[in-house]
Structures are given as C-alpha cells and as structure tokens.
C-alpha cells in the first residue's frame, strides 16, 4: 500500500452509519440545541421536527444517489468539482472546510458554555473559567482519536452514538409513561401566530441540528464497497437521527406542557431539567454525561471529516501539498488533523478570551450555517450534472433538487429575517467573508504561481 493512501476497505457499513449519527450529535441536539426551534413552534415543536425530517431524507436521498456515481475522500468537495467543475469545486470545499473547523468550535463551546449550566441542574456550581479547561479537553480527546485511525474513531462513536440513542428514546418513553402523547402537537394548533410562519422558522432550526449526517461521505476510500455502503449508510444514519429527535420533541413537549413551551426556550438546558423532572437525580445525571459524551463524539467526526477533505484538496494541489501527509501506521491524514486541531482550538480560546465563550458561540453558530448551507445547495444543483454525464438524468432527480432547495432557500431567509443583528452575529458574517475573501486571494496566487 502506498504511504499517500488512506485505509482502504477498513470501515464496514455500521461504522459509515455511527459517522453520519455522530456528526449530527442526538443527545446534544435533543437536550439543548432543538431549543431554538421551540421558541418559535412552541407546542408545534413536534411538528416543525417532522416536516424537517421529511426535508433531511430527501436530501439524504439526494446524497445516496451521488454516492452512487462519486466515491472520495473529498466528500461534499468531490460532488461539487465532478459536477460543476474544480474551479466551483475549489470555492465551495473552501466554504465547506471553514463550515467544518467552525463546528469544532461550536461543538468544543457546546460543552464549554452548556455543561455548566447542566451541572447548576443537578446543585453543582462551577467557576466562571472551566469553559477553558472543558474546550481544550474536548479538542484533544478528538483530535487525538482521529489521529489514531479511522477505526478507533469510528468503533468509539457507533459504541457512543447507539448509547444517545437509546437513553433519548428511553427517556422520552419514561416521560410518556406519565404523560401522553398529544397528537395535535403535530398539527399548528399550538403554534403562535403567523403559525405556519413561526413553525417553518421552527424546522430550519431543526434542519440545521441534522447537520453532521452528510459526513459520511468523506469516508469513500475508507469504506467496504463505498457505492453501496455510503449510498445507505448516509441515508440510515439520518432517518436514525430523525427518529430520535421525533420521539425527543413530542415528549419534551409534552412533558413540559404543551400550553407552557414558551418557557422552554428560557432555560439553557431543558432536556436536563426534564430529566430531573421525570427521572429525578439519577437520570438526570445520566443525561449529563450523554451531554459530554455527545461533544466528544461530535468532535471525533468533525475531526474526520475537515482533515479528509483538507488532505483531498491538498492532494489535488489547491491547498499546500505538506497537509497532504499520510501517518505511515494509522493511515491517518495527520497533518491536516494537527492543522485543524491547532486552528479550531486556538480560534476557540483567543476569540472567547476576547469576547466571551457565549458570544463567540453564537458568532460560530452563523458562520457554520452559512458554508454548511452553500455547501448543500450547491451539492444538489452538482448533482444533476452529475447524472447527465452518466445519462442517467431524469425528471424525479430535478424535481427531487427543486424540492431540497426551495426548503434550504427557506431555511437561508427564515435565519436572516429571524436573526438579530448584533455585534455577533455581524463576526460571523464578516468570519465567512473574509474567510472566502482569503480563499479568492490563495487561489489566485497558487493559479500565478504555477
């Protein structure tokens, strides 16, 4: 085998699954970030997350059909470069890459700024600095794992990922036992007005908590028989995660009171709190470290996906051929994961120096949906081209494209118009345009330089 190579054959079809699942983070997800959905669906939370999951599939769909033709380490950039060309191919990995190191960050503050609040649930109060320790401890322990081989990562997160899964169901089935299920959750009744507005507000938020399932494909030299295994693999790892937040969201819902989920919003943790509700000390513990375990298995997959894209481009020549390095042993691509644990880990502690953890939290949270957003937009459009070239185009592919992308052109506006500007959230705006601004400069000098 060749030292530029990476593990070919070594990840089976369940560990391509714990990929997708661990990127998208249930646990942290269904405890603290669906928040955001719920403040504006309210007690039609549980509808804003079907409708979501309907839009999650199609677009899983869409990736099953690509994988089919594109099999890479690239990933999301290979779909873009074989359909639109390596010139857009070039521009959105770029966007797709700083999407990817900037939910690092998200995900080390996830932990940083949620846990403590997690802790004040269960009576234990912590120093306004442990978000420092917590952050850094997050970055290495995915840093290294990745670094250690795609193997060890992955058995590590399909063993983690069926754990979230199952105590979130368990939990939501332990709430139910006490309080029933309430169909008209799935209807605009508990919806605040303009109801169909504020619960289509409410499923981009829930989309954008699906981020992490389109991570399986960079796993296409790695995998066993990637055409099929990436093919299902993404779409099962969705519909897992879809699941999930469906039973999470009606019994949260119903949990906290279908007439009362105005005041879900209002606390930094409500999953938590529930569990301390229904399940007392003990479950809300357990919760707790799901919570922790959840970031570190999303760091884990992140770590994956950003250092394989990172090495692909570098191998096509558009990055710097030195974060092309391949471990001799792991058949990890080092470099680029030493790169991007620097990078991510020192954005993190500089920046929330500066202006806080909570803010640059927020301020991440922008940048990260705005190059994940481009970079699934893009992805549809690529795949008709795609299938042209293999004339194996037909009119359900671009109905399938016209449907995914009106959802996310809905999903860009409902985040403009429902998003505050702020100092924040004028970071994340400015971190992504400078961020493409850099990437026109290098490749412009890369173009004269060859």
């Known amino acids: 085998m060749s030292k530029k190579e990476l593990a070919k054959g070594s990840v089976s079809y369940r560990e391509v699954v714990a990929q997708g699942v661990g990127g998208a983070a249930p646990a942290m997800a269904s405890l603290v970030t669906l928040t955001g959905a719920a403040a504006y669906a309210y007690g039609s939370f549980p509808l804003a997350v079907l409708l979501a999951t309907v839009a999650v599939l199609l677009d ?40 990817a190191l900037t939910a690092l960050v998200f995900i080390y503050l996830s932990i940083g700024v949620f846990l403590p609040g997690a802790l004040q649930v269960l009576g234990i109060n912590t120093p306004g600095w442990i978000w420092a ?16 081989g795609i193997r060890p990562s992955l058995k590590f997160t ?22 029933s299920p309430d169909p008209a959750t799935f209807t605009l009744k508990y919806a605040p007005p303009p109801s169909a507005f504020n ?21 296409g030299e790695e995998a066993v028989d990637p055409k099929n295994t990436i093919t299902k693999g993404v779409f099962t790892s969705a519909l897992l995660v879809g699941i999930t937040y469906l039973m999470a969201s009606e019994a949260f819902t119903v949990g906290w009171g279908v007439n009362d989920m105005s005041s879900f919003f209002s606390q930094l943790v409500p999953g938590i709190v ?16 799901l919570l922790i375990n ?72 922008i940048t990260t949906t705005f190059g994940f957003l481009i970079a699934i937009f893009t992805a549809n459009i690529s795949l008709l081209f795609i299938l042209r070239r293999f004339s194996a185009l037909n009119v359900w592919n671009v109905l399938l494209t016209v449907i995914i992308n ?45």
């Open 199 to 219: 619960v289509g507000v409410g499923m981009a938020f829930v989309f954008l908590a699906f981020a992490g399932y389109e991570t399986t494909s960079v796993l």
């Open 60 to 99: 899983a769909t869409r990736l099953s059909i690509t994988s089919r033709y594109v099999q890479s380490a690239r990933g999301i950039y290979a779909f873009i470069s074989e359909g639109l060309g390596k010139k857009v191919g070039y521009f959105v990995g770029w966007a797709y890459v700083l999407y």
């Open 406 to 450: 009106a959802i996310l052109g809905f999903v860009i506006f409902a985040n403009i118009v429902t998003t505050a500007v702020n100092s924040f959230v004028l970071i994340g705006v400015a971190t992504f345009a400078g961020w493409m601004i850099i990437g026109a400069i290098y490749y412009w000098l890369r173009k004269v330089r060859v």
């Open 133 to 148: 320790p917590l952050v850094v401890a997050v970055a290495l322990f995915g840093g290294i794992l990745s670094y250690l």
């Open 274 to 289: 529930l569990g301390m509700r229904y399940g007392g000390f003990v479950l809300a513990v357990i919760l707790t470290i």
């Open 294 to 365: 959840s970031g570190l298995t999303d760091s884990v997959t992140f770590f994956n996906t950003v250092s394989r894209v990172v090495y692909a481009m570098a191998r096509d020549g558009v990055l710097d051929k030195r974060l092309e390095g391949i471990h001799d042993n792991n058949r990890t691509p080092h470099v680029a994961i030493l790169f991007s644990l620097a990078f991510s880990l020192l954005y993190t502690l500089i920046f929330s120096a500066a202006i806080g953890p909570a803010n640059v939290f927020l301020s991440v949270g």
């Open 158 to 179: 399909l063993t983690m990922s069926i754990l979230e899964i199952a105590f979130i169901l368990g939990t939501s089935l332990l709430i139910f036992t006490k309080v």
